[in-house]
């Protein structure tokens, strides 16, 4: 296959990143747009010490950075799922903030990084997060953007930031705890996607 075919073939998993950050069609195909054409202006950028994807990933998250600053204007629209929180159902308040069930061991995470599924269903979890929650963690881990940049970006307050990606996390980590950790590792085995 060619580099352009190559190219095009990681449209759709481009698009998709580009969706769960932006949460704005247009603007995510705006933004893969400019990554793919960027690619194969100077396909020579592609050194191949990594993967193509990799590669692409790299240049689509310049892209999303420059269509957030683009679009900074349009306000954020919280939604009562932002709102929702997890703490109680997570945390034993009434004796301090321990957990109401211990956590159990993930055995090393960095060995499950490394499995096609894990990623399948960690995309599963980020799809199924609050908007704005999943843009906030995006924007922070993925982008790594300051919290200056995102609390101007969607026009909040820092407290308010560090509230949503606190639930954010809760629900990631409860979305993982269910649909991998707990979930028998069985060869071939998928687990199930959230609902």
């Known amino acids: 296959m060619d580099f352009a075919a190559e190219v095009q073939a ?5 698009l998709r990143f580009a969706r769960s950050q932006l949460r704005n069609d247009a603007w995510a195909e705006d933004a893969v747009s400019d990554t793919v054409l960027a690619a194969l202006e100077k396909p020579q950028a592609f050194a191949g010490r990594s993967q193509l994807k990799t590669w692409l990933v790299g240049v689509l998250k310049h892209k999303l950075i420059d269509q957030l600053r683009r679009h900074h204007r349009e306000a954020t629209t919280l939604t009562t799922h932002d709102a929702e929180d997890l703490d109680e159902a997570l945390f034993d308040t009434a004796h301090g903030e321990h957990w109401r069930d211990m956590p159990r061991d993930w055995g090393r995470p960095d060995a499950a990084l490394g499995q096609r599924q894990f990623f399948e269903v960690l995309q599963a979890c980020m799809d199924h997060l609050p ?7 995006l924007m922070r881990e993925w982008l790594e953007l300051s919290t200056d940049e995102i609390c101007k970006e969607l026009q909040i307050t820092a407290t308010n930031l560090w ?4 639930r954010a996390r809760l629900r990631l980590q409860q979305c993982l705890q269910q649909r991998w950790f707990d979930t028998p590792a069985t060869a071939g085995a998928r687990p199930a996607s959230p609902r």
């Open 10 to 14: 990681l449209r759709p998993q481009l």
């Open 131 to 137: 908007p704005t929650q999943g843009r906030v963690f």
């Open 163 to 166: 509230v949503l990606l606190h």
